[in-house]
Nanobody, 121 residues
Framework: QVQLVESGGGLVQAGGSLRLSCAAS????????MGWFRQPPGKEREFVAA????????YYADSVKGRFTISRDNAKNTVYLQMNSLKPEDTAVYYC??????????????WGQGTQVTVSS
């Protein structure tokens, strides 16, 4: 098991950028694929992006492809989500997760507590 803590959320104007970070505890971080999910107010949690344990492969939801970039630094036990050209519909609580490479919630074993991103128009 791994403990995950997200940070970097906040309030930003439409068209702006934010970078989310997810810090993992323990040296087993590098053995896990990582994913980002988000949950808008009153809606279901949805997949955002995933990255393999090596960082060689990434996958994105169509809604964020071309705007968001997932990356990881195994030496720092940290995964990032760079969010550019933000839109009001990106407003959500963002969660990081560790597990196996995939776009389903069932692919992931451990979850962070979430960090709120609010995009104003």
């Amino acid at each position: 098991q791994v403990q995950l803590v997200e940070s970097g959320g906040g309030l930003v104007q439409a068209g702006g950028s934010l970078r989310l970070s997810c810090a993992a505890s323990g040296r087993t971080f590098s053995t896990y694929a990582m994913g980002w999910f988000r949950q808008p107010p009153g809606k279901e949690r949805e997949f955002v992006a995933a990255i393999t344990w090596s960082g060689a492969s990434t996958y994105y939801a169509d809604s964020v492809k071309g705007r968001f970039t997932i990356s990881r630094d195994n030496a720092k036990n940290t995964v990032y989500l760079q969010m550019n050209s933000l839109k009001p519909e990106d407003t959500a609580v963002y969660y990081c997760a560790s597990g196996v490479y995939g776009s389903s919630r069932n692919s992931y074993y451990d979850w962070g507590q979430g960090t709120q991103v609010t995009v104003s128009s």
